[in-house]
């Protein structure tokens, strides 16, 4: 599947975007991360010359809460134990990557030093690859009790949403609240029913993928911890998005960056900044020219091979 991953699109390119992959007819867009801003699209559709036709997904998740209080309440249920579970992952991972800092920190260098860092990163990378396990669990479980294709509602959205999607040419997902995006997006099974080039950036470019990592060093209460959110729609293998790159992360702190990229690898941790054009297949695959973290902390221009 071709995927073109944009940078932040506060200085639309998106109509020259698309111009450039030859693409001709109605395009499917997902503007759910916008919530209640869900359908003030109109300068996308001008991006778009007029052929935007919005799936609504947000919309049809308010629907689907409101005339299936049933499945309402199961999913609260769900929200309050994956948030339980957040919580507790935080709490292991901010010791992991204490101890992390700490070996680093130590004032000797060698062979040993360099073992007891990758030993601490090793670490932190069996507790993500843990937390991902275990939401993927609760998610299992919840699905398993309510099938979203037996309910009514959520089986008319989903039939409604594929048709959409077959006759579209590409499907644009724009950013906002990558939670509620990746939600809306599995639920009314996008993925599934895709079949057409997709365009995203920012949160939209995150929840595609196998793995959303959540991050922010330039936060009002200070840096913050990198974290696993939970998986996306895996269209997207082997690559973390990282938008708002220079603004969001510490990217002269080489240390930092190191253990960044030591954990997700070997996925690439692809900077998505203004202008950012990525095209890529799915399979983890950049072009040359793609900006990256490298594992030594420093900024890396993808070469040739």
Known sequence: MRIVLLGPQRTPALNAVVRSMDLDGRFATITAGWQEREPDDGELDDQL???AVNLSLYTRWLDVLERDPEFAAAERRLRTVLDDVQEVYLLRLDHGLRAVCDVQLRG?????????????VEAVRTLDEQHLQR???????FYD?????????????REAVARLLRDAAAL????????????????????????????AWSAGA??????VVLFHDRSVQGAGNPELYGRGLSLLRGVVPLPHASGRLLLDDAQRMSVFARRFAPARCVLLEAGTRVDTDGDGSCPVGTRVLDVDGRVAVLEAA
């Not at 950013?175 to 080039?197: E, I, K, S, W």
């Open 145 to 157: 009790r309510w099938p979203p294709h037996d309910r009514t509602v959520i089986a008319q959205h």
């Open 49 to 51: 010359d007029g052929n």
């Open 172 to 199: 644009v997902v724009t950013g906002g609240h990558v939670g509620v995006l990746v939600t809306a997006m599995h639920l009314f099974n996008v993925a599934a029913a895709l079949d057409a080039p997709v365009i």
């Open 108 to 120: 000797d260098a060698g062979p040993l030093k360099e073992e007891a860092l990758t030993e601490a």
């Open 135 to 141: 939401i993927s669990a609760v998610h299992a479980e």
């Open 206 to 211: 995150m929840a595609l993928t196998d793995r």
